[in-house]
């Protein structure tokens, strides 16, 4: 059995901000094209997507780095793309990234991997590929294997993140093994194909179920099968450690020493895409903090669970794995960080429902404050409560206000039934909270106007809308303060 003690898995969490890795492997662009079908083409049987939204982000070995960032360690990263339009992007979105050095080197003439999803109402329709999988040329190979070596020894652990796309070959995980093992820096890959010679002397391996099998030409469906196979790649390949991923069912650690099974952590599975870079960039990251092998696997386990249970290519950041180690009980869980809000509304609007936004200070909770909510509520089928930090109170009212506290404020809207989601903001308006949570439905008090709506053109930018809900009369924090006083 792994580690229970569930304050040294939150201490070593709080330790990822220590953790400095190398990513080496094929890097991706990820693009995602939502919208709408409501008819059927008359040019053939199809159905006709009208677009609403894209999003892109960096995929395959650029999600591991992804994953790295969001859990607060610092990344060098280290691949290959095209001299095309989305080798730009990647480039654009990969250096964008605060904590990341990288080493994006460009080859003329290559197709970079592009994976284009196409998603209606929360359903995949297709998926369209366009990728390259040659070796790369001798001299570019040599020139990568240079700066990855000249990065590795400036950070802690190496993760190789094999896709097969070409930039991995077996001389270049030969000379990167090699040069770990010379600099004493572990080495974790995260493997693809059936060779895994290639990957002779690596400390750590990760390939799940379907690949453990292929690997080995052997059964994997108990737990002892399991054992039996990854026993059999530590022997032939010198491997200290497999960690085998197994979907729902958890996790298996298998060392010459010992064998630990990790049960299945996700409370929701909803979309398993990139499961897979997030325990290997978890498992590195706590390798990095120098937390024990046991409990860096049990982390690992805790973020994918974490991870299959949001929308699209998600990440798993500290707050999420604290949250799952020590849950917030009763309204608390409805108070989160604008990324869990942002993350949770994407849920709800794939799902079908309509999110709405509202925010202010909410300081002395008062009928009136009841009244606007419950209209609110009415209006969308979740309703997420932007509130105003404690900073922004002050500048907004005054030394004086808030006369409670931000942490009281979201406990008490929490409590409410008609809000499904607190979320603090430190900024004079919420027009950043906004942009993260792209709400279908922006309401404020009637003493507003549309025009003076902060946000307003912006939700309708993307198809939503704003309304405007009633007042109830002679009710006002400002008012309650002066008779306290008074």
Not at 19 to 37: C, F, K, P, Q
Not at 67 to 81: R, T
Not at 116 to 130: F, M, N, P, W
């Amino acid at each position: 059995m792994a580690n229970d003690s569930t304050a040294d898995l939150g201490a070593h969490v709080k330790r990822f901000a220590r953790a400095s890795v190398l990513v080496v492997g094929d890097a991706m662009l990820d693009r995602y094209v939502y919208g709408e079908v409501a008819r059927v083409s008359p040019e053939a049987p199809v159905p006709i997507l009208t677009v609403t939204r894209e999003v892109a982000m960096p995929g395959g070995a650029g999600n591991v780095v992804r994953n790295l960032i969001a859990l607060d360690g610092s990344a060098a990263f280290v691949s290959v793309v095209g001299d095309d339009q989305a080798g730009s992007d990647l480039t654009g979105l990969i250096g964008g990234q605060e904590r990341v050095e990288p080493w994006l080197l460009v080859q003329n003439g290559r197709t970079t991997t592009l994976k284009t999803r196409y998603i209606a109402q929360g359903q995949h329709l297709i998926r369209a590929d366009r990728e390259e999988t040659l070796a790369l040329p001798d001299k570019l190979s040599e020139r990568l294997v240079k700066i990855a070596l000249d990065a590795m020894a400036a950070t802690s652990v190496t993760v190789l993140s094999d896709y097969r796309k070409g930039v991995l070959s077996a001389p270049v995980c030969a000379a990167l093994i090699e040069g770990a093992q010379r600099l004493g820096r572990r080495i974790i890959v995260d493997p693809k194909g059936r060779d895994y010679a290639r990957y002779q002397g690596a400390d750590i391996v990760t390939p799940n179920r379907k690949e453990l099998a292929e690997a080995t030409a052997m059964p994997v469906e108990t737990e002892a099968e399991i054992v039996a196979a990854a026993q059999a790649l530590l022997s032939r390949h010198a491997f200290g450690a497999v960690l085998v991923t197994r979907s729902e069912d958890g996790m298996s650690l298998i060392t010459p020493d010992e064998v630990r099974h990790y049960p299945g952590e996700a409370r929701d599975v909803f979309d398993v895409s990139g499961a897979g870079d997030t325990v290997v960039a978890t498992l590195a990251a706590a390798l990095a903090a120098e937390v024990p092998l046991a409990d860096a696997a049990r982390l690992a386990n805790i973020a994918a669970g974490i991870v299959v249970g949001k929308v699209g290519t998600a990440v798993a950041r500290p707050s999420d794995i604290l949250t799952h180690i020590a849950p917030a009980t009763g309204a608390l869980q409805k108070v989160v960080t604008p990324a869990a809000a942002a993350e949770m509304a994407e849920r709800w609007r794939l799902r079908g429902y309509k999110v709405g936004f509202t925010n202010g200070c909410f300081d002395l909770l008062h009928p009136g404050h009841v009244h606007l909510l419950e209209q609110c509520r009415a209006m969308c089928d979740r309703l997420v409560v932007g509130i105003n930090a404690d900073a922004s109170v002050k500048r907004l009212k005054g030394e004086s206000r808030p006369a409670q506290g931000e942490a009281a404020r979201a406990a008490v809207l929490a409590s409410l039934a008609s809000v499904d989601l607190v979320c603090l903001f430190e900024e004079d308006t919420p027009i950043e909270l906004i942009k993260r949570i792209r709400p279908d439905l922006l309401i404020k008090g009637a003493d507003y106007t549309r025009e003076t709506v902060v946000g307003a053109d912006l939700v309708e930018s993307w198809g939503g809308s704003v309304a405007l809900a009633q007042l109830l009369p002679g009710h006002s924090t400002t008012a309650t303060l002066a008779r306290l006083r008074g």
